[in-house]
């Protein structure tokens, strides 16, 4: 059963506004999240993350916000740009077992298109 | 600045034939993982290494085995491929940490079509 969800496969938004991506997670023993980007056949890479003892994490223009009653979690990009269009995968693990080496949950990904 | 290499990149193999998929990293990290990736599914950890000469299953790692006799190293077999193992694999490393998760870091994949 997947503990992390990402209900909505694509969005589609215009340069320059802001892109809202969303993921829900259903183990309340996750207190570590992440979000990567991943464009065709490369591999992710890591954007951005935040720890369960925050609420929001800022880096640019990606802020990451997380609603731990909710488990739920969303990634905000302003202003979008054309090069921001990828998938954006929301990823989640437990810092307390080190020994599973953080292993990652990783949602099924969002299509991010950002038009001119 | 390589990071972390994946090879081969693509490969097509008959079922019931068996290879290895190559992953070597260069930034001394403790951690390596092997994911693969179907089409509208997010990664799945097949295995995992916490450290130079240990292995663990993840959440898919029936039809795998792996080793890392190299720090910089992890290998991830298919002894007898069956076409349900057609996906892309996706190698990461990661820095250990007592106190903190660090991020991931990715190679770009190897596509494997099993016939």
């Known amino acids: 059963d997947q503990q992390v969800k990402q209900n909505s496969p694509s969005l589609s938004v215009q340069e320059g506004r802001i892109s809202i991506l969303n993921c829900d997670y259903t183990?309340?023993?996750?207190?570590?999240f992440l979000w990567y980007k991943k464009y065709p056949a490369e591999g992710p890479t890591f954007l951005i993350s935040?720890?369960?003892?925050?609420d929001k994490n800022e880096d640019g223009r990606f802020t990451v916000f997380l609603n731990k009653s909710a488990k739920h979690l969303s990634l905000h990009i302003v202003p979008s740009q054309p090069g921001d269009s990828a998938v954006y995968f929301c990823a989640a693990s437990l810092t307390s077992n080190s020994n599973s080496g953080y292993a990652l949950n990783f949602g099924k990904g969002t299509s991010l298109l950002v038009t001119p | 600045n390589a990071g972390v290499t994946q090879t081969p990149k693509f490969r097509v193999l008959k079922t019931g034939q068996s290879m290895t998929l190559l992953c070597a990293q260069d930034?001394?990290?403790?951690?390596m993982y092997w994911y693969r990736q179907d089409p509208g599914m997010g990664l799945r950890l097949i295995h995992y290494?916490?450290?130079?000469?240990?292995?663990a299953k993840g959440e898919v790692p029936d039809g795998y085995n792996v080793s890392r006799l190299k720090k910089q190293n992890f290998l991830l077999g298919l002894e007898s491929a069956a076409p349900s193992q057609t996906s892309v694999y996706f190698c990461a490393s990661a820095r250990a940490s007592l106190y903190s998760n660090q991020p991931q870091h990715f190679g770009d994949g190897t596509r494997l079509s099993i016939l």
């Open positions: 930034m001394n990290h403790e951690y």
């Open positions: 290494s916490v450290g130079e000469g240990t292995t």
């Open positions: 183990n309340s023993m996750f207190d570590y």
């Open positions: 935040i720890s369960s003892i925050k």
